[in-house]
T-cell receptor
Framework: AQSVTQPDIHITVSEGASLELRCNYSYGATPYLFWYVQSPGQGLQLLLKYFSGDTLVQGIKGFEAEFKRSQSSFNLRKPSVHWSDAAEYFCALSSQGGKLIFGQGTELSVKP | DGGITQSPKYLFRKEGQNVTLSCEQNLNHDAMYWYRQDPGQGLRLIYYSQIVNDFQKGDIAEGYSVSREKKESFPLTVTSAQKNPTAFYLC????????????FGPGTRLLVL
């Protein structure tokens, strides 16, 4: 079955610290993978995507993600977190017919 | 500016009432989607459409209906058969519906009176 798992429901980091949000997927072929960010009461904004090629993908706002086929993972990273990064983050994969399958989300809090 | 608009931002439904959520896009995208978001459950697909006058059920279509009479519009009706409609509803679109990036609107929050 196709699925996306984000093991961490809530993460708190200090401003300026590094960040890694975990995402694991289950899919029969090479998936199209996405990370979205959502501020409270808002829609989703695309941070980055992986379709093929280079497994290290750069996105907006200084985020990057690495696709690791052997681990079925697509973890999101940022070297130095800013207070404005506090939000909910969703990992998703594109399944047959273009439907997105989302993880449950990880809420990020940033301590001053 | 190209984008996706959803209205209203907040919507209140009385018991037994049908309500319609609007979604409009001016991105010239063929595919459009409706998702429901509940706390701690991520987003779940309600309906999607890859072309005008055609649409398919998603994972949680019961109690909802849609139409796609125009390329730029994909309204969602929450019917009285949907017993737990309180949620945040998000509309999205993509170029063709073949796995490329989906772009999201700002959402509508539906509350039951």
């Amino acid at each position: 079955a196709q699925s996306v798992t984000q093991p961490d429901i809530h993460i708190t980091v200090s401003e300026g610290a590094s960040l890694e949000l975990r995402c694991n997927y289950s899919y029969g072929a090479t998936p199209y993978l996405f990370w979205y960010v959502q501020s409270p009461g808002q829609g989703l904004q695309l941070l980055l995507k992986y379709f093929s090629g280079d497994t290290l993908v750069q996105g907006i706002k200084g985020f990057e993600a690495e696709f690791k086929r052997s681990q079925s993972s697509f973890n999101l990273r940022k070297p130095s977190v800013h207070w404005s990064d506090a939000a909910e983050y969703f990992c998703a994969l594109s399944s047959q017919g273009g439907k997105l399958i989302f993880g449950q989300g990880t809420e990020l809090s940033v301590k001053p | 500016d190209g984008g996706i608009t959803q209205s209203p931002k907040y919507l209140f439904r009385k018991e037994g009432q049908n309500v319609t959520l609007s979604c409009e896009q001016n991105l010239n995208h063929d595919a459009m989607y409706w998702y429901r978001q509940d706390p701690g459950q991520g987003l779940r697909l309600i309906y999607y459409s890859q072309i005008v006058n055609d649409f398919q059920k998603g994972d949680i279509a019961e109690g909802y209906s849609v139409s796609r009479e125009k390329k730029e519009s994909f309204p969602l009706t929450v019917t009285s058969a949907q017993k737990n409609p309180t949620a945040f509803y998000l509309c999205a679109s993509s170029i063709s519906g073949r796995g490329e990036t989906q772009y999201f609107g700002p959402g509508t929050r539906l509350l039951v009176l």
